[in-house]
Every structure is written in structure tokens, then in C-alpha cells.
């Protein structure tokens, strides 16, 4: 086990939240299964890139909130694309500048790495511009980001 995991607590749903998790990146597996009361699990850890979450059982005393989201650095568009419709069908939500919910409450972030290289440019000017475009956005679209970054 790592030092350091991420916990993640559902009231019920912590076997599926896992295998839906788990099945959205390629070689995401699910690792180990703790059995608890009634059938379900109590915990389920899955594993992606090489990083673990536990999803917990917990009961409806927590619930997942924006003060913590994870973190997606995207290669391209397409990648974007893909995860954004995985993760904000069946109840998602989407929210503002690449942030989004899905379907049982945990935020995420689904960021083109173009965007790092564009709002991290050393020219300020045309930076300020793709980061004025980013922050009108819901998904993140690299092309759009490019262009108001080019002034066109």
C-alpha cells in the first residue's frame, strides 16, 4: 500500500462508483474488495496509473463536495472529450473552466495540457487572453483556447 491514498466515502454506492472509476482509464482495475454487512462491500479499492483510491461505505453521514476534486491532465482534445461524456452522463453535471461532478457527487478536473502551456506562456498578453477564454468555459476546448491566445 502507498503512504498515502485517497479515500473517497459513498453512502452505499462504493462498489459501483469503483468499477465505474476504474473502467474509465485504460489498465484501471479494481484491486480489493473488503467485505461488509448485508452483501456489499464495506470498502473497494481500485487502482489507475498506478495511483489507489478506496471507495468506503459509509453511510449518509459525509457526503463528496468541490472542496476536493481530481485532478485529470489530459494529452489532447479527444482525451477530453471522451472523459467529460464518461463523466458527466447518467446525472453528471458540468460546472465552469474544466470542472465537472458526475453522477455520485466527486468533482473532477478535465484539463488539456495545452492549456498549461497557454496560460503559462511568457508573453503575459496573449496568456491573459487564453485565460480569459478558459474562464468562460465549461468544457475545456484546446482549439478555442489557442485561438484567443493567437488574438483571432
Request: glycine content about 10%.
Amino acid at each position: 500500500m502507498k503512504k498515502i491514498t485517497t479515500f473517497l466515502w459513498f453512502n452505499d454506492q462504493a462498489e459501483e462508483a469503483a468499477r465505474f472509476y476504474a473502467s474509465l482509464f485504460k489498465g484501471g482495475e479494481i484491486v480489493e474488495t473488503m467485505p461488509g454487512a448485508g452483501g456489499k462491500p464495506m470498502s473497494v479499492t481500485f487502482r489507475v496509473d498506478g495511483q489507489e483510491f478506496i471507495c468506503f461505505n459509509g453511510g449518509p453521514h459525509h457526503k463528496l463536495n468541490p472542496a476536493v476534486s481530481l485532478f485529470i491532465d489530459c494529452e489532447d482534445q479527444a482525451e477530453v472529450d471522451e472523459l467529460w461524456g464518461k463523466l458527466t452522463s447518467e446525472g453528471g453535471a458540468p460546472s465552469v473552466c474544466g470542472w465537472l461532478t458526475d453522477k455520485y457527487g466527486l468533482s473532477w478536473q478535465v484539463i488539456p495540457r495545452k492549456l498549461k502551456e497557454l496560460i503559462f506562456a511568457p508573453d503575459r498578453e496573449r496568456a491573459n487572453r487564453a485565460m480569459h477564454a478558459m474562464l468562460q468555459m465549461q468544457k475545456i476546448d484546446a482549439a478555442a483556447l489557442q485561438r484567443a491566445f493567437d488574438g483571432d
